[in-house]
């Protein structure tokens, strides 16, 4: 029986994840500052035009960005190599903030659809010239923010993405209605958009948090085809099967496998480190940065498939 483990560097594939991870990092760090100093200028804007509603939104904001410091954090926590506390370092880290952002996201559109319910059933009179004004800063900035993280990989990225996106089409249904309410009187313009994008935001963040609860709970990634994988590593010249094959995700873009291979009798064991090299060169085009093989022959029984 022969035991193999994946210790090579692949320094390309280092260096591109490594580049992957300060790009994170950097895209994180400008979504909070953005973020936190638009939730001032919105409280200095909602406290000027007297507006409650623009003062609460300006808390909710600097919630979001007090969110986003803790995401932030998070994605770099990911980037810390293995030590005796982790054995495959702290790339998780990374997906427990997008987690994080996505719950929260999820209970402030809830909030936001029994909000926009009571001033659809009960509308109230807004200063349409005041929400106009901060409604273009609100576009811009979130907008600056959202192209930022637009090209972001990670699940961290795309739960912030998902929320300056939220941000972003509340301003604009801000700016719709304040334009239709400056001409005519039609204040329940303004709730009613409001619900449509805290359901569409709602579904979305659902959407995201599925995803990372997949990963948490080690399924196979969705993005692999396990099939054609398993097909690539059978048609190996020496490999008559492979089975106990697990297959799971550190982080939704790096993954991990173990698996028992049956070689044919009349191979050497000389010859096993050549039938590892060929499963693992064809487990790095599915992403899979980690393999784990165990080599078995006819002579064995393989009594360790538990599962």
């Not at 979504?31 to 409280?43: D, G, Q, R, T």
């Not at 795309?158 to 972003?168: G, T, Y």
């Not at 005519?184 to 609860?213: C, E, F, H, R």
Request: net charge neutral.
């Amino acid at each position: 029986m022969g035991h193999g483990h994946d210790h090579s560097n692949h320094e390309s594939k280092h260096h591109n994840h490594s580049h992957h991870h300060n790009s994170a990092s950097k895209n994180l760090a400008w979504a909070f500052v953005l973020n936190l100093f638009f939730s001032i200028f919105e409280l200095l804007g909602g406290i000027y035009s007297n507006s409650i509603a623009i003062i609460s939104d300006a808390f909710h904001d600097f919630g979001d960005a007090l969110s986003l410091a803790f995401v932030w954090y998070l994605q770099k926590v990911s980037t810390k190599p293995i030590d005796r506390h982790f054995d495959y370092g702290y790339k998780r880290f990374a997906i427990l903030g997008a987690l994080i952002i996505s719950v929260l996201l999820s209970v402030g559109s809830i909030f936001m659809i029994i909000e926009s319910a009571k001033r659809f059933l009960s509308p109230m009179e807004s200063k349409a010239n005041v929400m106009f004004a901060l409604a273009i800063v609100g576009v811009v900035v979130n907008g600056i923010a959202m192209f930022r993280l637009k090209h972001g990989s990670s699940f961290s990225e795309k739960a912030v993405f998902l929320h300056f996106l939220e941000d972003i089409l509340g301003w604009i249904a801000v700016l719709v209605g304040s334009v239709f309410m400056y001409f005519w009187d039609v204040p329940w313009i303004d709730p009613m958009l409001s619900l449509g994008i805290a359901i569409w935001i709602l579904y979305n963040a659902y959407n995201n948090t599925k995803q990372v609860m997949r990963i948490f709970l080690q399924a196979v990634p969705v993005t692999l085809n396990r099939k054609e994988l398993i097909q690539k590593w059978e048609q190996i010249k020496g490999i008559k099967s492979v089975h106990d094959i697990k297959i799971w995700s550190l982080d939704g873009n790096q993954h991990v496998s173990s698996l028992h291979v049956l070689v044919d009798k009349k191979l050497k064991p000389n010859q096993y480190q050549s039938i590892k090299e060929q499963i693992r060169k064809v487990a790095i085009q599915f992403e899979i940065v980690h393999t784990t093989i165990e080599i078995e022959t006819d002579e064995e029984v393989c009594n360790l498939q538990l599962f």
